[in-house]
């Protein structure tokens, strides 16, 4: 079949299923993807004069992906990672559009460095809209707030020190009033430094290896302080990267309350337990904060995303360059790469695997995490076309030698499955997902 569109006039798609979940629509229809620019719609008599044509049957159509929460590394970590492969990454996975985080070297709490990042994606030409975030405090330090005004006006649209929690309550309360007053989220890493004493769980191969381990609490206590806090000052706050049923029973409880809360769940705290260590041993593309949790964590988390109390995937793609995660257990860097993985994990585990709707799928991963970020993205209809192809059937094998990321600590390398995105149609122009 043909996907590669060459045709100066557009793409039209035929008898494709569709799902726009800002339109509730999830339907087989034909539709039209312009050349010029315009927004997608459906097709109309003439357009198969000027279009390339596809035939796309067992096949779905969907907004670009959203990224809401990933580390590129650049400026200062272009040995794991730049601006131009992330972006790649991304893209190859589906996704059009990238929050990304501002734990760079220098710390993202400068205009300037805003301009850079920003002046780099349109360099990569890879058509995925970069969305800096600025950190919240000067330096990730948690103490002099950082200049999120100006910040916002070079282009920043949410604010967060994640990779480190603002841990002094004080200073939480000024970030949660400017990131009111500026109409952006703020994006919290919920962690309590007291609790933070180890490379993984504190659990059964925390033990086993002989080194201490994170207690739940470092996570679901900071996640109840923070929650209560925002009630208190009647502030927003989007919790990243749940990991805890305990997190989950405070998340719900302040919702019930009122709580203007969201929250986002990762493929690997979706998918994967602190068991996989003992089975792989101290394999480090599983050393991410927050850590693998114990198989009910994780059943509470996935209960979560279903029920809706989770709203968002966010990846948190950490890329590291191999001779950091070579480091050992102890000593390397947390984090696992995720973006060019995780519809097809997610799809086949949950959707063929567990029955979660496709079209959830979809929202979770496309207007949810728009909402989330105030953007105006994650819309099929409206904006510049930003479409991705899946094959709902398509079989995979995960291979992270061949990934577009520079970095390689993918915890589902050799995982197969089936469900995977075909491409992706930005900025004008089709790019093939590798099979």
């Given at each position: 079949m043909n996907v590669a569109p060459?045709?100066?006039?557009?793409?039209?798609?035929?008898?494709?299923?569709?799902?726009?979940?800002?339109?509730?629509?999830?339907?087989?229809?034909?539709?039209?993807?312009?050349?010029?620019?315009?927004?997608?719609r459906h097709a109309e008599p003439?357009?198969?004069?000027?279009?390339?044509?596809?035939?796309?049957?067992?096949?779905?159509?969907?907004?670009?992906?959203?990224?809401?929460?990933?580390?590129?590394?650049?400026?200062?970590?272009?040995?794991?990672?730049?601006?131009?492969?992330?972006?790649?990454?991304?893209?190859?996975?589906?996704?059009?559009?990238?929050?990304?985080?501002?734990?760079?070297?220098?710390?993202?709490?400068?205009?300037?460095?805003?301009?850079?990042?920003?002046?780099?994606?349109?360099?990569?030409?890879?058509?995925?809209?970069?969305?800096?975030?600025?950190?919240?405090?000067?330096?990730?330090?948690?103490?002099?707030?950082?200049?999120?005004?100006?910040?916002?006006?070079?282009?920043?649209?949410?604010?967060s020190d994640d990779g480190k929690p603002v841990a002094d309550h004080a200073v939480l309360a000024q970030v949660l009033a400017g990131a009111a007053a500026l109409g952006i989220p703020y994006l919290s890493h919920a962690e309590c430094p007291c609790l933070f004493t180890g490379p993984i769980h504190d659990g059964d191969a925390a033990r086993a290896f002989g080194v201490q381990g994170i207690p739940t609490g470092c996570e679901s206590r900071a996640v109840e302080a923070e929650l209560a806090l925002a009630e208190r000052e009647g502030a927003a706050i989007h919790v990243c990267h749940l990991s805890t049923a305990d997190s989950i029973r405070h998340l719900r409880a302040a919702k019930a309350r009122g709580v203007r809360a969201s929250a986002e769940a990762t493929p690997h705290h979706l998918l994967l337990t602190d068991e996989e260590f003992l089975r792989r041993g101290p394999d480090t593309s599983l050393k991410m904060n927050p850590p693998l949790r114990p198989a009910p964590d994780r059943d509470a988390v996935v209960a979560a995303l279903f029920d809706g109390t989770i709203e968002a995937i966010g990846t948190d793609h950490a890329p590291h360059a191999p001779h950091l995660k070579a480091k050992g257990l102890a000593d390397a860097p947390f984090g696992a790469i995720g973006m060019e993985t995780a519809f097809a994990v997610l799809h086949d585990r949950l959707v063929l695997g567990a029955g979660f709707p496709l079209a959830d799928l979809v929202r979770r991963m496309t207007t949810a995490p728009a909402a989330?970020?105030?953007?105006?993205?994650?819309?099929?209809?409206?904006?510049?076309?930003?479409?991705?192809?899946?094959?709902?059937d398509a079989?995979?094998?995960?291979?992270?030698?061949?990934?577009?990321?520079?970095?390689?600590?993918?915890?589902?390398?050799?995982?197969?499955?089936?469900?995977?995105?075909?491409?992706?149609?930005?900025?004008?122009?089709?790019?093939?997902?590798?099979?």
């Open positions: 060459r045709s100066p006039g557009g793409w039209l798609l035929l008898d494709v299923r569709v799902i726009d979940p800002a339109t509730s629509l999830d339907a087989r229809t034909d539709l039209f993807v312009p050349a010029d620019g315009s927004p997608v003439g357009d198969a004069s000027a279009a390339d044509i596809s035939e796309c049957a067992g096949l779905v159509a969907a907004p670009a992906f959203v990224e809401l929460h990933a580390h590129l590394r650049e400026p200062g970590g272009e040995e794991s990672e730049t601006i131009a492969t992330g972006l790649a990454a991304a893209r190859a996975g589906g996704y059009g559009h990238v929050l990304a985080m501002a734990n760079t070297k220098p710390v993202n709490d400068d205009p300037a460095v805003t301009r850079r990042m920003l002046d780099a994606a349109r360099a990569s030409a890879t058509g995925v809209e970069l969305l800096p975030v600025t950190a919240a405090t000067l330096g990730l330090g948690g103490r002099a707030c950082a200049p999120w005004a100006a910040q916002n006006s070079a282009g920043c649209v949410a604010i989330i970020a105030r953007i105006g993205a994650g819309r099929l209809f409206s904006g510049r076309p930003a479409v991705v192809l899946i094959a709902p079989p995979w094998r995960v291979d992270a030698s061949r990934f577009r990321s520079k970095s390689r600590n993918c915890p589902f390398d050799g995982w197969e499955g089936r469900g995977r995105v075909l491409g992706t149609w930005m900025g004008g122009t089709w790019a093939a997902s590798p099979a």
